[in-house]
């Protein structure tokens, strides 16, 4: 009798402790957030062709156009048939700044004994042309640490503009590397707010003006001449993330996107205000990948589980069209070809991915495991040169059908969190601890 009394309280306990599980996980699906479905009102034949740049030159963070796109042609990335040569291997100190160029001349940047150094190297032999240098704590902040934006090259004004992780902005001579101004985003002129992990957003080039992201009250983002530096006007009060501004054209009209700590804009540079917002917040303000911008339509990646959104820009205003959780990229920036976007996925909790994605729904086509957490991809020749966090190099098909390799090598050890940089048919890459290595991409 007693044996069974317990018996039967135990099968009790078991289908109480059942439904409590079960009415928890119903509370939880209940309570998660739901993510908007929809497509873009595009077809893939709509989709603009990305602005590409000319022969010979990456003159900036992520290109020339901000896009990931080469225009370099008659390159060897068929690497199963012939692996890429090294050329040459130097030492530029630690930081995540880029690779920008023009010809066989090029600009990055690093930090060694508490100071940033500009250099300029030829891009032939790995030389130093000429260096430029100026007191800046390394400051790790939970990476390597070092200056974390890539030199911005003016063609017009044969000018050199770089960011310390400080806020100081210095343009330099792009033949000499002679100083001509500088000015510091944390001055009374723009009272900028310094991110938590460093000021890392690049400038752009504007017309005649230099845009910057001070991230002050009034100077989210800011106009300069950039002859000498001086303020011709700032807009926004929105605490600035480490995205770079983009430039886009809508109707026929020139503005500038960029996205913030906790939120998305757009700004009429012309006449001097913001044009829409829309919130966008992401755990510890890591806001960090550049958007994509096609045909009224801009795309947006986070990490730290936030994942994408695609809005249409309309009447002044963001309008979702889409959530996707597939589409976590912490700082690393997808790019747009052939209508698809491709993008490594992945941050400090979730392994990298390669992932081929349809920007009009949001499909996921396919995805590729990668080594590491993070990684960067560009594009050339129509295809995809993918960067692991690890250096390995791999060379794969732009194609929405599947993941199509056609060969990889490792490029450099260490951690690697800037995007490679093509120019004059060559490659090349730097890990985080300052190492820069050049690959010959020439067909022979």
Same mark, same amino acid.
């Given at each position: 009798?007693?044996?069974?009394?317990?018996?039967?309280?135990?099968?009790?306990? /078991?289908?109480? *402790? $059942?439904?409590?599980?079960?009415?928890?996980?119903?509370?939880?699906?209940?309570?998660?957030? /739901?993510?908007?479905?929809?497509?873009?009102?595009?077809?893939?034949?709509?989709?603009?062709?990305?602005?590409?740049?000319?022969?010979?030159?990456?003159?900036?963070?992520?290109?020339?156009?901000?896009?990931?796109?080469?225009?370099?042609?008659?390159?060897?990335?068929? =690497?199963?048939?012939?692996?890429? /040569?090294?050329?040459?291997?130097?030492?530029?100190?630690?930081?995540?700044? *880029?690779?920008?160029?023009? !010809?066989?001349?090029?600009?990055?940047?690093?930090?060694?004994?508490?100071?940033?150094?500009?250099?300029?190297?030829?891009?032939?032999?790995?030389?130093?042309?000429?260096?430029?240098?100026?007191?800046?704590?390394? !400051?790790?902040?939970?990476?390597?640490?070092?200056?974390?934006?890539?030199?911005?090259?003016?063609?017009?004004?044969?000018?050199?503009?770089?960011?310390?992780?400080?806020? $100081?902005?210095?343009?330099?001579?792009?033949?000499?590397?002679?100083?001509?101004?500088?000015?510091?985003?944390?001055?009374?002129?723009?009272?900028?707010?310094?991110?938590?992990?460093?000021?890392?957003?690049?400038?752009?080039?504007?017309?005649?003006?230099?845009?910057?992201?001070?991230? #002050?009250?009034?100077?989210?983002?800011?106009?300069?001449?950039?002859?000498?530096?001086?303020?011709? =006007?700032?807009?926004?009060?929105?605490?600035?993330?480490?995205?770079?501004?983009? /430039?886009?054209?809508?109707?026929?009209? !020139?503005?500038?996107?960029?996205?913030?700590?906790?939120?998305?804009?757009?700004?009429?540079?012309?006449?001097?205000?913001?044009?829409?917002?829309? !919130? =966008?917040?992401?755990?510890?303000?890591?806001?960090?990948?550049?958007?994509?911008?096609?045909?009224?339509?801009?795309?947006?990646?986070?990490?730290?589980?936030?994942?994408?959104?695609?809005?249409?820009?309309?009447?002044?205003?963001?309008?979702?069209?889409?959530?996707?959780?597939?589409?976590?990229?912490?700082?690393?920036?997808?790019?747009?070809? #052939?209508?698809?976007?491709?993008?490594?996925?992945?941050?400090?909790?979730?392994?990298?991915?390669?992932?081929?994605?349809?920007?009009?729904?949001?499909?996921?086509?396919?995805?590729?495991?990668?080594?590491?957490?993070?990684?960067?991809?560009?594009?050339?020749?129509?295809?995809?040169?993918?960067?692991?966090?690890?250096?390995?190099?791999?060379?794969?098909?732009?194609?929405?059908?599947?993941?199509?390799?056609?060969?990889?090598?490792?490029?450099? *050890?260490?951690?690697? =969190?800037?995007?490679?940089?093509?120019?004059?048919?060559?490659?090349?890459?730097?890990?985080?601890?300052?190492?820069?290595?050049?690959?010959?991409?020439?067909?022979?």
């Amino acid at each position: 009798m007693l044996f069974g009394l317990k018996f039967r309280k135990s099968i009790f306990l /078991k289908i109480i *402790g $059942t439904l409590i599980i079960v009415l928890a996980s119903f509370l939880i699906v209940s309570c998660s957030e /739901k993510l908007k479905k929809g497509s873009a009102e595009i077809t893939l034949d709509q989709i603009n062709e990305v602005n590409m740049p000319e022969s010979g030159q990456w003159l900036g963070h992520f290109g020339s156009n901000r896009n990931g796109m080469s225009a370099e042609t008659n390159l060897n990335i068929d =690497w199963f048939n012939s692996e890429p /040569k090294r050329l040459w291997k130097i030492e530029i100190g630690t930081g995540v700044s *880029g690779i920008s160029g023009y !010809d066989d001349r090029l600009f990055s940047m690093g930090n060694m004994n508490d100071a940033d150094t500009v250099y300029s190297i030829d891009g032939n032999d790995g030389s130093i042309l000429w260096k430029y240098s100026y007191s800046c704590p390394l !400051d790790k902040r939970m990476f390597e640490g070092g200056p974390a934006v890539t030199p911005l090259i003016d063609i017009k004004r044969n000018q050199l503009y770089t960011l310390s992780h400080e806020g $100081t902005l210095n343009c330099l001579d792009v033949e000499t590397g002679n100083f001509k101004w500088k000015t510091s985003y944390q001055s009374e002129v723009f009272n900028g707010r310094r991110p938590t992990w460093g000021f890392s957003c690049s400038p752009i080039l504007y017309g005649e003006d230099l845009i910057i992201s001070p991230g #002050g009250n009034q100077s989210t983002i800011a106009g300069l001449n950039p002859i000498d530096g001086s303020l011709k =006007w700032s807009q926004g009060k929105s605490s600035i993330g480490y995205s770079s501004p983009i /430039k886009l054209s809508l109707s026929g009209s !020139d503005y500038i996107a960029q996205l913030n700590s906790d939120s998305l804009a757009l700004y009429d540079v012309d006449q001097n205000k913001v044009i829409a917002t829309t !919130d =966008w917040p992401t755990k510890y303000g890591v806001n960090a990948s550049i958007p994509i911008y096609t045909n009224s339509h801009i795309l947006v990646t986070s990490g730290y589980g936030k994942g994408g959104a695609l809005f249409k820009i309309d009447n002044q205003k963001f309008n979702l069209v889409y959530e996707s959780k597939a589409l976590t990229c912490q700082f690393q920036s997808p790019i747009l070809v #052939g209508g698809f976007v491709y993008a490594i996925v992945g941050d400090n909790d979730t392994k990298a991915k390669l992932v081929c994605m349809n920007l009009i729904d949001g499909k996921i086509m396919w995805s590729e495991s990668l080594g590491g957490n993070r990684g960067n991809v560009i594009s050339v020749q129509g295809s995809l040169i993918v960067l692991t966090e690890r250096g390995e190099v791999i060379s794969c098909k732009a194609s929405p059908e599947s993941f199509q390799e056609m060969g990889r090598f490792q490029a450099v *050890g260490g951690r690697c =969190w800037s995007p490679p940089t093509i120019c004059n048919s060559k490659l090349f890459i730097r890990n985080n601890a300052g190492r820069l290595v050049c690959y010959n991409l020439k067909k022979n």
